[in-house]
């Protein structure tokens, strides 16, 4: 989502993302924005986040003010991940949301909530 476009001038409010969720593993990819590979309108590369289910405390999702939502990953000691998503994406993140919570709850010695 790009905003203040004003000409050559805008600002890339929320970069491309991409969450998956294995048995095991959820795994955060998001474009890097310092990357400086570049090539028109896209980047080379990427931020790839591995993250056991069983360090996933739970998972949030919140409502910002600027029209964004929120997926906040709890980890432990107050760790935490947030990946914003535009609005109209809310269905899809309180779903992503509940099927964390839902496969972590497979995991052999686990509890995990979802606000």
């Known amino acids: 989502m790009k905003i203040a476009n004003r000409g050559w001038l805008s600002k ?3 970069f491309a993302h991409l969450m ?5 593993e959820l795994i ?3 474009d890097d924005p310092e990357s400086g590979r570049m090539h028109e309108s896209f980047h080379y590369g990427g931020i790839w986040n591995y993250i056991p289910l069983h ?9 910002q003010q600027n029209g964004l939502v929120t997926l906040v990953v709890h980890l ?3 760790g935490k991940i947030e990946r914003d998503f ?10 992503f949301s509940t099927s964390v919570s ?5 995991l ?3 509890s995990s909530t979802t606000q």
């Open 108 to 110: 052999p010695n686990s």
């Open 102 to 106: 839902a496969r972590r709850a497979l």
């Open 86 to 95: 535009s609005m109209s994406r809310i269905e899809e993140v309180k779903e």
């Open 28 to 30: 955060l990819v998001r």
């Open 12 to 14: 890339s409010l929320i």
């Open 76 to 78: 432990p000691a107050e």
């Open 55 to 63: 360090k996933v405390q739970r998972t949030s999702v919140v409502l």
């Open 20 to 24: 998956i969720l294995t048995d095991h």
